[in-house]
């Protein structure tokens, strides 16, 4: 079955850098786009960002445009969120998913920015 385990969450200041990981199994990875979605608190699944199956295609959210990259490494079936410049706003439960929904999506992993 699809499984999907996301990492590298945490708590950073305003204007921090973090990299999140998802490593992805029981499906063909490099077949798919796969996707980053988050949830703020107390608000509803907003989609962030996508790749295409070999990485040649991305687009973001415009909210993150010029400060997250998505990538992924197909060898290895993970799938990479780099965020710079975060913003409290950034706040959220971070998920990869293999569908832009967000049906097939792992457990999330928690990013706090804050002072």
């Known amino acids: 079955q699809v499984q999907l385990v996301e990492s590298g969450g945490g708590l950073v200041q305003p204007g921090g850098s973090l990299t999140l990981s998802c490593l992805a199994s029981?499906?063909?990875?490099?077949?798919?786009?796969m996707y980053w979605l988050r949830q703020p608190p107390g608000k509803g699944l907003e989609w962030v960002s996508g790749?295409?199956?070999?990485?040649?295609?991305?687009n973001y959210k415009d909210s993150v445009k010029g400060r997250f990259t998505i990538s992924r490494d197909n060898a290895n079936n993970t799938l990479y969120l780099q965020m710079n410049s975060l913003k409290s706003e950034d706040t959220a439960v971070y998920y990869c998913?293999?569908?832009?929904?967000?049906?097939?999506r792992g457990q999330g992993t928690q990013v706090t920015v804050s002072p």
């Open positions: 998913s293999k569908d832009r929904p967000g049906r097939e």
């Open positions: 790749i295409s199956p070999t990485g040649a295609l991305t």
């Open positions: 029981g499906f063909t990875f490099e077949n798919y786009w």
